[in-house]
């Protein structure tokens, strides 16, 4: 599946991002872009066209906006101003036809790149499983995931016998540098993972 804002697609087993109103998905970066784009006068709007947050220039009213807009009205109609805004408004047509034909032109160099590139992308990901498939075998995966997982069961039944003993001193005692929670969740499979994981 593609994101809906880069419309990059986005890896299986890649982080993803939703929105409360619809199952359109976002790399996480470009979900959190989205909802930080909107500006004081700018409604935040997903991909589906839900309004996800209105902005507080659309709800702002008071006399002295009211009265500003009003001022500016007039302004506009005036026959000094009319050319400028005739014009402004044909340079908005301008960029809705360029971008209109730039967004035809992007989505089929996308398609292109997308179909010479996915099978060396399909091989990098069949290469990648051989080889985390050939590390989960070796002796040193196996030492370390078996090293890990006794000592969670050991620490796990100290906890029990003794709760009021405090995680700091035991640390200290132990003369462990890292935390306990790192040394007991920092599994071999998920430094496995995140070793050969595809970065953006």
């Given amino acids: 599946m593609n994101c809906a804002r880069c419309t990059i697609t986005i890896e299986p087993d890649g982080k993803k991002m939703q929105m409360p109103c619809c199952d359109t998905v976002y ?8 909802l930080c784009g909107g500006g004081y006068w700018d409604d935040i709007v997903c991909g589906c066209g839900t309004i996800l947050h209105t902005s507080q220039g659309s709800t702002y009213d008071s006399s ?3 009265a500003n807009v009003e001022a500016g009205n007039v302004l506009l109609d005036t026959e000094e101003v009319k050319p400028q805004v005739k014009n402004l408004k044909k340079k908005l047509k301008e960029i809705a036809e360029a971008q209109k034909e730039f967004e035809k032109h992007l989505n089929a160099e996308h398609s292109v790149f997308e179909e010479s590139v996915m099978p060396q992308v399909e091989a990098v990901r069949t290469l990648r ?3 985390i498939t050939a590390i989960k075998q070796s002796p040193q995966f196996k030492r370390l995931n078996g090293a890990k997982i006794s000592f969670a069961s050991m620490y796990g039944k100290f906890h029990k016998k ?5 995680l700091i001193a035991l640390r200290n005692k132990i003369k462990c540098r890292r935390s306990i929670w790192r040394m007991r969740y920092n599994s071999a499979a998920y430094m496995l ?3 050969f ?4």
């Fill in 193 to 195: 993972k995140r070793k």
């Fill in 197 to 200: 994981r595809f970065k953006r």
């Fill in 64 to 66: 002295s906006y009211a």
């Fill in 129 to 131: 499983e051989t080889y």
């Fill in 162 to 166: 003794y709760p009021t003993i405090p």
């Fill in 27 to 34: 790399h996480p970066q470009c979900g959190i872009d989205l």
